[in-house]
């Protein structure tokens, strides 16, 4: 099996012996995914690469940006230890940031899904859980050690190709993908937008409490702020959109207030627009 540059899972249990009080859950599997997506479908390569994280519970999956949760655990320390926002900025920048890919929990008992995001508030879009309709293909190949077979399915306004072992008899995968009998090692959709490698995958021997964020991080550190707002997959799929076609002009709308802004002659002059290029993942 390749190796992972930057894993080190001890990491884990320090961070969520913070955080007991949000367990939902406990990990009994992790999966480690190499995650690769471009931002705009003329790109040849691909724009960038995160590592996500797939805890896999009893009752529930959580799918998380590794390079986010270490940052928000170092912005977390820096305030509960007085530092200031800038300061807090200064220690972070060195780290890789995050692809923004937002937080998904799959809550098999209730039959939902939850995705958590933070633009500048906190939104939690909640939905009915819905299984992938599988096609399966006598394909066959090796991803990370692992025989896998393949299948497809249109889901969520895309085409996606998936490989799955039943080397590891859990129906568990990467996002929202699930359903099949083996965890997923491999997704891509058919525009090749997006991928999904399984670069390791460990039984736990002492299982980790699987965590729950709905609260921002506080002022002086804790997941003591403000709770997420709940919100519906459109609403979420729209608020998503316009926060891409003009981050300032979405944080104008969730403060209810316009932005200041001044030339260089001090005269009031016009917001930018601060675009950033993305594909959604989902239609």
Not at 44 to 53: A, L, N, Q
Request: hydrophobic content about 35%; glycine content about 6%; proline content about 5%.
């Amino acid at each position: 099996m390749r190796r992972i540059p930057i894993f080190f899972f001890a990491w884990i249990f320090a961070i969520v012996a913070l955080y007991a009080q949000e367990t939902i859950d406990t990990a009994r599997f992790w999966a480690v995914y190499k995650f690769s997506y471009r931002t705009a479908p003329e790109q040849s390569e691909f724009e960038g690469v995160d590592w996500i994280y797939l805890d896999i519970g009893h009752k529930v999956t959580k799918f998380y940006s590794r390079y986010g949760e270490i940052r928000d655990s170092i912005k977390n320390d820096a305030l509960k230890n007085g530092l200031s926002a800038w300061e807090v900025l200064e220690l972070i920048k060195g780290y890789p940031r995050s692809s923004n890919t937002p937080v998904y929990y799959q809550f098999y008992d209730e039959k939902k899904t939850r995705t958590a995001i933070e633009y500048m508030d906190g939104y939690i879009g909640e939905e009915q859980m819905a299984m992938p309709d599988w096609t399966f293909h006598e394909d066959t190949t090796t991803i990370s050690g692992y025989l896998c077979k393949r299948a497809t399915t249109h889901y969520r306004g895309r085409d996606w190709e998936v490989y799955y072992t039943p080397e590891i008899p859990l129906n568990r995968g990467p996002w929202k993908l699930w359903g099949l009998p083996g965890l997923i090692t491999r997704a891509t959709d058919a525009d090749h937008y997006f991928l999904f490698e399984m670069e390791a995958f460990k039984r736990l021997i002492n299982p980790v409490p699987i965590i729950y964020i709905h609260r921002e991080i506080g002022a002086k550190g804790g997941y003591t702020g403000a709770e997420y707002k709940k919100i519906s997959r459109k609403t979420y799929l729209e608020y998503e959109r316009l926060y891409h076609e003009d981050a300032i002009a979405f944080g104008d709308f969730e403060t209810g207030s316009p932005s200041t802004f001044f030339d260089e002659s001090g005269n009031p002059t016009s917001a930018p627009v601060m675009k950033r290029e993305y594909i959604p993942i989902e239609k």
